[in-house]
């Protein structure tokens, strides 16, 4: 079974900081894995998805770089900002079935 | 695009009332999912569905209930609703081929009293 870990559980770093959020995961069979941001009391958004074929996705300030061989992702964000305070949770789909696996999120503060 | 919509949005049941959620998608999506998240246990899948009139369990399927009569819908049912049900529940769909990326809907927050 798919184990997908996220550590630190909550960061809090000053505003301008650049950000490094770490995902892993115990089965290298992925088929993608996704990166979602979660405001409180709201749904996921989708940030960025990386295909198994591919090393890294960027949009805007967002980067996300996957190793599969490591069982890592890891989702970065230049020059943060208050309005990044989320939590952000990364999720494995299998390539040999179809349900994704979840991350319990890091929950990111930017302090202005 | 509306993309996934959920109703209703909130609801609070007493025990052991039903209820049925709706999701609903306009993206001509073949897989759909049922999730809860709860403080502290992060995202669960219930049930999905590969396609209409298909439905298969998740992680947490008992006392709950699913159909999927037409592709764009989802419902997902509580047949004699219980404290431990009380939980945020998302719908998402995601296209069978291509990147497989899944689109969430916002949520319903279902309190059992």
């Known amino acids: 079974k798919q184990e997908v870990t996220q550590i630190p559980a909550a960061l809090s770093v000053p505003e301008g900081e650049n950000l490094v959020l770490n995902c892993s995961f115990t089965d290298s069979a992925i088929y993608n894995l996704q990166w979602f941001r979660q405001d409180p009391g709201k749904g996921l958004t989708s940030l960025l998805l990386i295909q198994s074929s591919q090393r890294e996705q960027t949009s805007g300030r967002l980067n996300a770089s996957l190793d599969k061989s490591s069982g890592r992702s890891t989702l970065y964000i230049a020059a943060s900002q208050p309005g990044d305070s989320a939590t952000y949770l990364c999720a494995a789909f299998p390539s040999n079935d179809y349900k994704l696996s979840f991350g319990a999120g890091t929950t990111v503060t930017v302090r202005a | 695009n509306a993309g996934v919509t959920q109703t209703p949005k909130f609801r609070v049941l007493k025990t052991g009332q039903s209820m049925t959620l709706l999701c609903a998608q306009d993206m001509n999506h073949e897989y759909m999912y049922w999730y809860r998240q709860d403080p502290g246990m992060g995202l669960r899948l219930i049930h999905y569905?590969?396609?209409?009139?298909?439905?298969a369990k998740g992680e947490v399927p008992d006392g709950y209930n699913v159909s999927r009569l037409k592709k764009q819908n989802f419902l997902l049912g509580l047949e004699s609703a219980a404290p431990s049900q009380t939980s945020v529940y998302f719908c998402a769909s995601s296209i069978r081929t291509g990147n497989n990326e899944q689109f969430f809907g916002p949520g319903t927050r279902l309190t059992v009293l």
């Open positions: 569905s590969v396609g209409e009139g298909t439905t």
